[in-house]
């Protein structure tokens, strides 16, 4: 496609569910991140792949959120038992050079996963 | 660490008036990239504009233009003549140069309304 997508676009989760986000990034791009949006907020970063690598999870809120992007193109967010304050909108970005390298490249980003835990 | 402020919250104009947003950034890094970006309704952001630390050169883009200003560490964004497709949430955003940082770090935002 031509821009970066998410699915699904919502999802409801009952608390303690696991639920898995997935994104697909624009062909050929290099770095892919993912943001939490919180209500009212602005996006919150999460981590960082160049490639298959993930470079910096340092935005992770805890151990119950997990992301691979085994094949270096679509990355999958996972969340384990999920907790009522994992609410919000899930954002994934690619860039097309190693952000490593070159910083200044934008991220697009794709429409986002909204997350509600009941 | 790096901060972006956007101190104002929400801001409301009738069409055609110019509208300034306000972003004031911290940082400690002598490189650093700074963007503004659009989140309408529909939820995707969408890159505007961005600016590295050593390009202190105002933009003007049609009705978009970027006042840079390292001295009181400012990326103000103007709208002039708004249209009501403005409406929308905008961000400013902080990237520090240096180091292992990559990642973005977005401001609060600001919700434009423009009233037709």
């Known amino acids: 496609g031509a821009g970066v997508s998410q699915s699904p676009r919502y999802k409801v989760a009952k608390r303690g569910q696991d639920v898995a986000l997935r994104c697909d990034p624009i062909s050929g791009h290099v770095s892919l991140f993912w943001y939490q949006q919180a209500l009212g907020q602005g996006p919150e970063f999460l981590t960082y792949f160049q490639n298959e690598a993930q470079l910096d999870k340092s935005g992770l809120p805890s151990d119950r959120f997990f992301a691979e992007r085994p094949e270096g193109s679509v990355s999958t967010l996972k969340i384990q038992r999920t907790q009522q304050e994992d609410s919000a909108v899930y954002l994934c970005?690619?860039?097309?050079?190693?952000?490593?390298?070159?910083?200044?490249?934008?991220?697009?980003f794709g429409p986002g996963t909204r997350l509600t835990v009941l | 660490a790096q901060k972006v402020t956007q101190a104002q919250t929400e801001i409301s104009v009738v069409e055609k008036e110019d509208v300034t947003l306000d972003c004031v950034y911290e940082?400690?890094?002598?490189?650093?990239?700074l963007f503004w970006y659009k989140q309408p309704p529909s939820g995707e952001l969408v890159f505007l504009i961005r600016?590295?630390?050593?390009?202190?050169q105002n933009e003007i883009s049609g009705r978009y233009s970027w006042n840079f200003q390292k001295s009181t560490s400012s990326f103000n964004f103007t709208i002039t003549a708004s249209q009501v497709v403005d409406s929308a949430v905008y961000f400013c955003a902080l990237s520090e140069g240096g180091g292992s940082a990559r990642q973005l770090t977005f401001g609060s935002g600001t919700q434009l309304t423009v009233l037709p």
């Open positions: 970005a690619s860039s097309l050079i190693a952000y490593r390298t070159n910083p200044y490249n934008e991220q697009f």
């Open positions: 940082t400690r890094d002598t490189t650093y990239y």
């Open positions: 600016r590295n630390s050593f390009d202190e």
